[in-house]
């Protein structure tokens, strides 16, 4: 902890007064797809669907606060590196007076080698296969739930 501390003093100016956020984040995929239903027929014939739904997804990015209950999204069209930068550049610009300290898993994507990770942000990496750690993993479920 001593460590932790003596880096927030020589990378921020003032991190007692700017203090520490931390942040819960992770992605989703949310979509629109046809849900089969049953539907009864004479035996042997088989039910016609009236409606086929296109198949449309875009990916949910998110970051909770658990202590405050702030929370910051972004919708993107697909799942890469550079929405994830995308992502992290306006997670600072919205809190640029804080270290923003962010949870997040070990996806490829979270590790490029080409993503800049702003002043004011560091990444918390859990270990790995464990998405019970990471609290926003709850707030996907609930959303999945209400949207089915």
Not at 65 to 81: N, Y
Not at 86 to 105: G, K, M, R, S, T
Request: hydrophobic share 35%; net charge neutral.
């Amino acid at each position: 902890m001593l460590k932790l501390v003596l880096w927030l003093e020589s990378t921020t100016p003032n991190p007692a007064k700017n203090g520490l956020k931390y942040w819960c984040q992770d992605e989703t995929r949310i979509g629109l797809k046809t849900i089969e239903r049953k539907k009864n027929t004479a035996r042997g014939v088989k039910p016609i669907g009236k409606v086929q739904w296109n198949f449309k997804a875009y990916y949910l990015y998110g970051a909770v606060a658990p202590q405050t209950g702030e929370s910051f999204w972004l919708e993107f069209s697909h799942l890469d590196g550079q929405c994830f930068q995308i992502f992290l550049d306006n997670l600072a610009a919205e809190y640029p007076e804080h270290l923003n300290v962010v949870q997040l898993d070990n996806g490829k994507f979270h590790h490029s080698s080409q993503l800049k990770i702003p002043d004011n942000i560091l990444l918390l990496f859990q270990p790995p296969y464990s998405p019970e750690l990471n609290p926003i993993e709850r707030v996907w479920q609930y959303i999945k739930q209400e949207l089915s």
